[in-house]
């Protein structure tokens, strides 16, 4: 049976510590820990990010969504493969055929064998688990004027589904339109757990307006002297509300609450695992001079990244 598979046990873990701001941070014993965490508490969305194609026909795909009673699965057909996500695989496993299982096990085996045991593993099997890990954690990043975008990882088979997982860093409100894009899997980090490295994008020129469109704004900056006025006040401001932010932690406000004071030129970051049909999608919405400048760096910065292979598609709007 052909199957490919992007991801690993360690994929599902640094999706999960992004929360934190700690993704980078490897370490298999508490790696292992946390997925028996992820599993037990039912956080599964970092698992998403690990992506399944395996060869079959239609009809095949046809009985798995016969059989299968939960509407919240997503498996798809596409280029002779069906394509779920490791999530899927888990709340599908009575009706995947035995050699994927296989696969999988082999592919990701501390977390399979947490699902195949319902998360009943203690410690010391834990332990003696073995554990996959990612070849390559940024495979290339470029940086734009509000952030950066790297590529994670890709599983190209030449069809719509093919899979590609980035890091994204960007101002909030970049963020908000981003997730707009609902085909796709996230994960953030959040500020209701951690003050770890907040940072802020301070535009270099302040855009005008435009008077034509009311969601767009032009190249040309706004006239002095307003401008470095402006410019100035942004940055006492940012410093403010950040130094507001240290008291009130420092005095124990709940992260949850305090972080309301940072503005939206604050940066988040987040892991984005999208379909090429999605991903197209993306990329002629947002490098579209339509687009919000901000967002349209990041968009060209991804095509530059994969490449774009057109949404001439049928049947697509
Ligand atoms: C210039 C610009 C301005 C915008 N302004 C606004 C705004 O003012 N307010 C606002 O709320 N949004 C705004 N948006 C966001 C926009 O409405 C879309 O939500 C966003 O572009 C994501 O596009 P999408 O739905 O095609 O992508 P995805 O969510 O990634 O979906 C991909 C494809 O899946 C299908 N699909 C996904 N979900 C559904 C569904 N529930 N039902 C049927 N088909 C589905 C569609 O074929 C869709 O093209 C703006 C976007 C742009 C580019």
């Known amino acids: 049976m052909d199957v490919f ?19 980078e941070k490897v370490d298999p014993e508490r790696d292992k820990k946390l997925l028996r965490y992820l599993f037990r508490h039912k956080h599964a969305s970092p698992f998403e990010h690990n992506i399944i194609a395996f060869k079959a026909d239609k009809e095949d795909w046809l009985n798995i969504l016969r059989e299968f009673e939960n509407p919240t699965v997503q498996i798809y057909y596409s280029g002779g493969y069906i394509w779920l996500n490791l999530r899927s695989a888990i709340n599908s496993l009575n009706y995947l055929p035995q050699e994927l299982i296989e696969a999988l096990e082999e592919r990701f085996p501390t977390t399979w064998t947490i699902v195949q045991k319902r998360g009943e593993v203690e410690d010391d099997e834990l332990s003696s688990l073995n554990y996959t890990t990612d070849k390559v954690f940024l495979e290339n990043r470029i940086d734009t004027g509000s952030g950066w975008v790297g590529l994670v990882d890709r599983l190209e088979l030449g069809t719509d589904m093919d899979y590609y997982t980035f890091i994204v860093e960007c101002p909030l409100f970049v963020a908000r339109q981003w997730h707009r894009h609902r085909f796709g899997s996230y994960n953030e980090i959040s500020r209701r757990y951690t ?80 379909p090429r049909i999605a991903l197209d999608n993306f990329i002629t919405l947002r490098t579209h001079e339509g687009a919000q400048k901000e967002i349209r760096e990041l968009a060209q910065a991804i095509k530059e990244l994969v490449g774009y292979r057109g949404t001439d598609r049928k049947n697509i709007l």
């Not at 599902?12 to 510590?17: D, E, G, H, I, P």
């Not at 032009?218 to 402006?230: Q, T």
């Open 195 to 274: 003050a770890y490295d907040i940072k802020f994008y301070i535009p270099r020129i302040l855009r005008k307006q435009a008077k034509s469109n009311k969601q767009a704004s032009l190249e040309e900056p706004v006239p002095e002297p307003f401008h470095s006025e402006f410019l100035k006040e942004i940055e006492r401001l940012i410093e403010e509300s950040y130094s507001l932010y240290g008291k009130m932690t420092e005095k124990e406000v709940a992260k949850e609450l305090a972080r309301g004071i940072l503005p939206q030129f604050m940066k988040t970051r987040y892991y984005w695992t999208v």
């Open 5 to 23: 598979v992007m991801g690993s046990d360690q994929r599902s873990v640094r999706c999960a510590r992004v929360s934190f701001g700690r993704d």
